[in-house]
């Protein structure tokens, strides 16, 4: 099982991103799936959440302007990020839990600069 994330970039201030990551292999269930990110020299922190029913939740910082977004069909979950701020600037991951194991995306960078 792999999970492949693609869509980062450099924006300007105010512009708005659309990151991707698709899950493929051998894949019999995926409960929620996830973006998180990591700015250099913080944390890694928890960004977004939808579960297989499609709740979704996001954290303050992002809430009005990032929306997550999955299809289960395709096995893939989606973060439309706008209005994007230079403290978004981070490297962006997602993961999901697939076959009740935690799997990880590599990460894709997402600069916000003017």
């Known amino acids: 099982v792999q999970l492949q994330a693609s869509g980062g970039g450099l924006v300007q201030p105010g512009e708005s991103l659309r990151l991707s990551c698709a899950a493929s292999?051998?894949?019999?269930?995926?409960?929620?799936m996830a973006w998180l990110r990591q700015a250099p020299g913080k944390q890694r922190e928890l960004v977004a959440t939808?579960?297989?029913?499609?709740?979704?939740n996001y954290a303050d910082s992002v809430k009005g302007r990032f929306t997550i977004s999955r299809d289960n069909a395709k096995n893939t979950v989606d973060l439309q990020m706008n209005s994007l701020k230079p403290e978004d600037t981070a490297v962006y991951y997602c993961?999901?839990?697939?076959?009740?194991?935690?799997?990880w995306g590599q990460g894709t960078l997402v600069t916000v600069s003017s």
């Open positions: 939808v579960t297989s029913d499609g709740s979704k």
């Open positions: 993961n999901a839990l697939i076959n009740r194991r935690l799997e």
């Open positions: 292999g051998s894949i019999s269930s995926i409960n929620y």
